[in-house]
């Protein structure tokens, strides 16, 4: 496709339920990413995978956060055991380089736990 | 350790109005990268602009300017004669060269009235 896909667009989970939220990035990008963004807030960054290698994972708010990228294309983070405190927009953005190029964003994917 | 502070959360302003929104940016890297990103009502974050930190030289891209000021760490964004396709957020954002991730403002709210 011509941009960055995300699904779902929008997820309702009840509190305790495993998330899984899927990220297409643009064919032949090398880096993707994953930022968290809170209502009425910048997106935080969460994790970074350059090819299938995911090379920082600072960001992730917890061990509940797991995020893979096995054949160095399609992305998922699972979110693990989901509190209301993860309700938030899930951004994902892929880049043609690693290093601190432009990151084409998705349209996100709206959680919220209920 | 760095930080991108956007001061301003909300601005109006009447249609061909000239607007500028701050940005102030905190790092202790020479080299680094700024950036500006769109965010309309449909949630999607649009590239606007990425600046290296060794290039201080102004930029202009039809009604879009952006003033980098290194010795006041500010990367201002003007929009000349606006329109109410302009309403947004906007978000100024940084990173470092050694990193990938970006640091993002927490965003300036835009609305431009016809």
């Known amino acids: 496709g011509a941009g960055v896909s995300q699904s779902p667009r929008y997820k309702v989970a009840k509190r305790g339920q495993d998330v899984a939220l899927r990220c297409d990035p643009i064919s032949g990008h090398v880096s993707l990413f994953w930022y968290q963004q809170a209502l009425g807030q910048g997106p935080e960054f969460l994790t970074y995978?350059?090819?299938?290698?995911?090379?920082?994972k600072s960001g992730l708010p917890s061990d509940r956060f797991f995020a893979e990228r096995p054949e160095g294309s399609v992305s998922t983070l699972k979110i693990q055991r989901t509190q209301q405190e993860d309700s938030a927009v899930y951004l994902c953005?892929?880049?043609?380089?690693?290093?601190?190029?432009?990151?084409?964003f998705g349209p996100g994917t709206r959680l919220t736990v209920t | 350790a760095q930080k991108v502070t956007q001061a301003q959360t909300e601005i109006s302003v009447v249609e061909k109005e000239d607007v500028t929104l701050d940005c102030v940016y905190e790092?202790?890297?020479?080299?680094?990268?700024l950036f500006w990103y769109k965010q309309p009502p449909s949630g999607e974050l649009v590239f606007l602009i990425r600046?290296?930190?060794?290039?201080?030289q102004n930029e202009i891209s039809g009604r879009y300017s952006w003033n980098f000021q290194k010795s006041t760490s500010s990367f201002n964004f003007t929009i000349t004669a606006s329109q109410v396709v302009d309403s947004a957020v906007y978000f100024c954002a940084l990173s470092e060269a050694h990193a990938s991730k970006i640091i993002f403002g927490s965003g300036t709210r835009l609305s431009i009235r016809p």
């Open positions: 600046r290296n930190s060794f290039d201080e």
């Open positions: 953005a892929s880049s043609r380089r690693g290093g601190a190029y432009e990151q084409y």
């Open positions: 790092t202790r890297d020479t080299t680094y990268y």
């Open positions: 995978f350059q090819n299938e290698a995911q090379l920082d």
